[in-house]
């Protein structure tokens, strides 16, 4: 309980925010209601096997009807803000064209019920449920996605910028291009390699860019950002090949977003590595949409990167190490507070963002259950939380222009391939009831959230 003991010691600025992300279709449920069209993940997961627990986001934590019950929860806690994702297919079923009034219906309901308690509303426009219709069309491979994507963010703005203002385009483009379209563990389940993963990327960067200027035209004063997942990134010792290794995955999973959203390049030293043989085709003018200028940069961070040489994905040729010694979670991530800090300190002497989000950091336990008094005491969360949060206040402390840090994640929900056996929550949800409760790192992250900004 050591870190714990820090929780009265931490301070942040007094206009800091602390607030709770989840996302749509790990949360909602209500699958097929009220019009709403097929995901990549609706479908993704009725493949067998993929799953670990064969389960699915069908109903997931309800929240399309028990959200009121989740606003009270983020009420509880005093949390100042809500990061959630909109599902496309909700809104528009066939990815473009028609609105799905009710889908659209739903949204207005959170919102204002959000705004009713004074929670702020952080939008996210594509957390990885692309309408299974788009799909079919060739989905992240295919550059009219996102011409759609752009249309999406246009419309979605028109409807909801009256109210929202911070607006994200797309949640961590490196995890749903690489694990979706290299490796084939996401939807939609495409294990096309380095190729696969470059060309879903480009796609998904040039969405982003061509959606900045749309959500500017249709939500009078909104800021724009997107999140990105970035590690710190070092060796695993100080032999050449693993220097090299580690730059590799530096520029595959950090460099190369960066690089293209902040300067309009993409790094030289990875256009080498991939050459004609891994790269999508490219126009001139891609690289001046994509780094149009943003008002945030949300950071998803949970742990470093520790690489070696070896032999997966050529050619980015790497392996990850986990050192000896760390702490680890059930999923083996490493758990390193001092991995915040220095992402934050690397990003903001290289790129400098106008501001900063930490959008998402957490971890998964094992499943677990209320002891006798109804409690779930999950000391290690909540120690995780506050040696984290300790390091962020640091970053403050140095300088880096951090605003607001939202907890991954509000409930227990559908953890992706993972189904529903490793949860990240602040409260715990039973399946079979959907009853939730508040964890002991609910708590703790309550009496953060509400002390520590002005202390
Ligand atoms: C994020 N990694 O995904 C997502 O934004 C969330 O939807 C998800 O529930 C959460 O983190 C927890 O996994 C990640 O391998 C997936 O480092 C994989 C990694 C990081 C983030």
């Known amino acids: ?19 709770s992300a989840t996302a749509a279709y790990q949360i909602e449920g209500a699958m097929a209601l009220d019009g709403k069209g097929e995901s990549i993940w609706d ?4 493949r067998p096997g993929v799953i670990v627990d064969g389960s699915n986001g069908d109903l997931a934590c309800d929240h399309y009807h028990l959200y009121p019950r989740d606003i009270a929860l983020m009420k509880e806690m005093g949390l100042r803000a809500y990061r959630f994702s909109l599902s ?27 705004l009713a308690e004074g929670i702020e509303p952080f939008v996210t426009l594509y957390h990885w449920d692309l309408p299974q219709a788009l799909q079919e069309k060739g989905g992240w491979y295919n550059r009219d996605t996102c011409m759609r994507f752009a249309d999406y963010a246009a419309q979605a703005a028109a409807l909801f910028g009256d109210r929202v203002t911070k607006w994200t385009t797309l949640n961590e483009p490196w995890t749903f291009c690489w694990f979706g ?30 959606a900045v200027p749309m959500i500017r035209a249709e939500a009078r004063g909104a800021e724009v950002g997107i999140t990105l997942d970035l590690n710190v990134t070092e060796p695993a010792t100080d032999r050449e090949e693993d220097i090299a290794a580690a730059a590799r995955f530096d520029g595959a999973q950090n460099r190369w977003y960066l690089e293209a959203i902040f300067r309009g390049v993409y790094p030289e030293d990875m256009l080498d590595l991939y050459g004609e043989r891994y790269l999508p085709r490219i126009e001139a003018e891609d690289l001046k949409a994509i780094s149009a200028p943003i008002d945030f940069l949300g950071i998803n961070n949970y742990r470093r990167s520790v690489i070696k040489a070896g032999v997966d994905l050529p050619p980015l040729n790497f392996e990850r190490v986990s050192p000896p010694g760390s702490d680890y979670t059930p999923l083996g991530w490493e758990i390193w507070p001092q991995a915040i800090e220095d ?45 984290y949060i300790a390091k962020v206040a640091s970053a403050i402390e140095k300088g880096v222009p951090v605003k607001g840090y939202f907890a991954w994640t509000l409930m227990d929900n559908f953890e992706w391939a993972l189904g529903y056996t490793a949860p990240f ?31």
């Open 88 to 114: 496309w297919p909700r809104l528009l079923p066939q990815g473009s064209g028609r609105l799905n009034q009710k889908g659209a219906a739903f949204y207005d309901r959170l919102i204002d019920s959000l």
């Open 181 to 210: 379209h290299a490796l084939g563990e996401d939807a939609p389940g495409l294990a096309d390699g380095v190729k696969g993963g470059v060309a879903a990327s480009h796609h998904a960067l040039l969405a982003h860019g061509l």
């Open 425 to 455: 929550g602040l409260v715990h949800v039973d399946f079979e009831t959907q009853e939730r409760r508040l964890k002991l790192s609910g708590e703790i992250f309550g009496r953060i959230a509400r002390e520590a900004p002005g202390r």
């Open 1 to 19: 309980a050591a870190l714990i003991d820090l929780v009265g010691e931490i301070r942040f600025p007094r206009d800091f925010i602390f607030g």
């Open 343 to 387: 992402i934050l300190i690397e990003v903001n002497d290289k790129y400098k963002p106008a501001s900063i989000y930490i959008t998402e950091n957490g971890m998964a336990t094992t499943q677990e259950t209320p002891d006798e008094r109804g409690r779930i005491e999950d000391f290690g969360r909540a120690d995780y939380y506050a040696g």
């Open 43 to 46: 479908r993704f997961t009725r």
